[in-house]
């Protein structure tokens, strides 16, 4: 390991707490983007700096710049939103963004299309529905994910309460996204601003917290740097399962990089959860790379030094160390669709958004029938409208009546609750046109592609079977594909490498069977795995495991 930093080292390092040129390149409007120093730190801000890459061939030709523009993530713990929270955010979409939102892998909302003369006004009206973007990128603990309905059960009410209390733990203390996007006034003197648990150069790198409650494994717990899994007792929490050390992120042709299934390092107590949480992202603040960035995230922490390593070093900075890890299963990691009843007597729906994306589309108007739902007399002061880890989202806590009302919206705008089961378990990165690391289609290309697939199933007798299909269009894996049990990477354009063998539960990574393959090709490699796996599976045997068990993979 080489002993120089990173360039970003510097960057943060000079930023003055994030706060760099910002508030002044803002203020630019000649030019569209940011600096490249700024363009870093707006990152931690909940930003990127993107473009329309349909458009950068006619205007390079034109000699004009790119068609530049911000996406902005919310910062969301648990997903949950009010009605009338979600409701601003949808006006937001409409009035500073594409019209459209995007319901995120990490449960919650990208606003794309903000143009720069935009930006201080979205922030500014999520600052006014009590929402913000702070830290929901960049190299800091981002936002927090936990189980997709709070309201089933206590212990899943616990869930989303200690996602919401791991945000707050760790969120930068800087006053910089006040003072840059809302206009804050800076206070000078007294005590020097300072990092409590980041310090002035924060994270080698991005950093991703999830709390499940088994049997479902929603939030993907083994894709992560941490994430907790609940032991649930007489109703309760009671403590959890600490995994460590997962992670999606490659780069083609660099087998130094790798994604990689977090460990289980043992159990804490309920009340030790954020003390656990600390330890472990600060081993990493003093530990992880800061020379190569391709290499900084908390799996090659861990594999650099070793598992046993990291646990000793996590436990010495613990009051009292980790216990062994409890029993406990998991059965699925993806979303039950549909509706369900509490105890209550409330009604929750989970439905199903393909890709994330809410938009109204020819008959299809997702948009508009969600604000219709949000903004039902009784439901806009009691409900709640709820972002899933798999790009779904639960319209929760409903009375009879007002089911009765959303089944009618839902009707009245084209919105069919019923998919095929390949479709409502897919997922796809937002890729081209604005995702500037894309290399190949993904969000707007899945959809076309499951419709053959699912021609091709439905030959074999296959239709029902659950089967976890995730694409993105780079190596990057936002949409988690290296734990699906089958997996389309982007490698060029139109071309994917194909990964089969994940599994079900998402416990365990896929490899990867073809490269570089078109769509042709793809569906050639996956009909006669299909039909054998019609003839030879086992009772109750998914695609993933079956590709193993059989030696495909």
């Known amino acids: 390991m080489t002993d120089t930093l990173s360039r970003n080292e510097d960057i943060k390092a000079r930023s003055d707490f994030l706060r760099g040129t910002l508030a002044e390149e803002l203020g630019e409007q000649a030019f569209g983007g940011l600096s490249e120093d700024d363009g870093q730190l707006v990152k931690f801000h909940g930003m990127y700096v993107q473009d329309d890459r349909d458009l950068r061939p006619e205007r390079a030709k034109r000699k004009l710049d790119r068609a530049y523009m911000f996406m902005a993530r919310l910062r969301v713990p648990g997903g949950v939103l009010t009605p009338r929270q979600y409701l601003s955010m949808d006006r937001l979409a409409t009035e500073r963004g ?94 020097p601003e300072a990092e409590p648990i980041y310090g002035p150069t924060y994270l080698p790198r991005k950093f991703k917290m999830t709390v499940a409650v088994p049997p479902s494994n929603d939030v993907d717990v083994f894709a992560h740097d941490l994430s907790f899994i609940a032991i649930v ?64 995230r908390l799996k090659y922490t861990i594999d650099d030094r070793g598992l046993d390593w990291f646990k000793t070093e996590v436990n010495s900075r613990l009051a009292k160390p980790l216990e062994p890890e409890r029993k406990f299963q998991f059965t699925g990691n993806g979303d039950a669709l549909g509706w369900t009843r509490d105890e209550e007597g409330l009604n929750h729906l989970t439905l199903f958004v393909e890709n994330g994306r809410v938009a109204d589309r020819g008959d299809w108007r997702l948009k508009s029938a969600l604000v219709a739902i949000a903004s039902l007399e009784g439901f806009i002061d009691r409900g709640a409208v709820i972002m899933t880890a798999n790009q779904n989202v639960i319209v929760a806590r409903a009375t009879d009546g007002e089911r009765e009302k959303i089944d009618l919206i839902l009707a009245g705008h084209g919105v069919i609750q019923s998919q095929s089961a390949l479709r409502e378990s897919a997922m796809a990165c937002v890729a081209l046109p604005t995702c500037g690391l894309a290399l190949a289609e993904s969000e707007r290309y899945l959809p076309d592609l499951i419709t053959m697939i699912d021609q091709m199933l439905a030959t074999h007798g296959l239709s029902e079977q659950k089967i976890t299909l995730r694409m993105t269009g780079c190596p990057n894996g936002c949409a988690r594909p290296y734990i699906a049990e089958i997996g389309l990477i ?13 599994a079900a539960d998402g416990s365990r990574l896929n490899s990867l069977l073809h490269e570089n393959l078109n769509e042709a090709e793809i569906l050639e490699s996956l009909d006669p795995l299909f039909a054998a796996y019609a003839k030879n599976r086992e009772p109750g045997e998914g695609f993933g495991d079956f590709t193993r068990r059989t030696g495909i993979i």
Not at 141 to 147: K, L, Q, S, T, Y
Request: one cysteine or more.
């Open 98 to 191: 594409n019209a459209t939102l995007r319901f995120t892998t990490r449960q919650t909302i990208q606003f794309h299309g903000i143009i720069k003369s935009n930006v201080r006004a979205a922030t500014r009206a999520m600052d006014a529905a009590l929402l913000d973007t702070i830290a929901a990128c960049g190299d800091v603990n981002r936002n927090v994910m936990a189980v997709g309905n709070p309201y089933l059960s206590r212990a899943h009410g616990e869930a989303v309460e200690a996602a919401r209390r791991l945000s707050a733990h760790f969120l930068p203390r800087t006053g910089a996204w006040r003072e840059i996007f809302i206009g804050d006034r800076r206070v000078l003197g007294g005590e």
């Open 233 to 296: 007792e007489n109703g309760g929490i009671v403590g959890y399962n600490v995994v460590v050390g997962g992670g999606m992120g490659a780069t083609h042709g660099e087998p130094e990089t790798y994604p990689r299934v977090g460990d289980i390092i043992g159990y804490c107590p309920a009340d030790q959860l954020v003390a656990v949480a600390e330890a472990v992202l600060t081993t990493q603040r003093d530990f992880g790379n800061r020379s190569n960035r391709k290499r900084a």
């Open 490 to 502: 982007g490698r060029n354009p139109g071309r994917y490498n194909l990964h089969l063998g994940g």
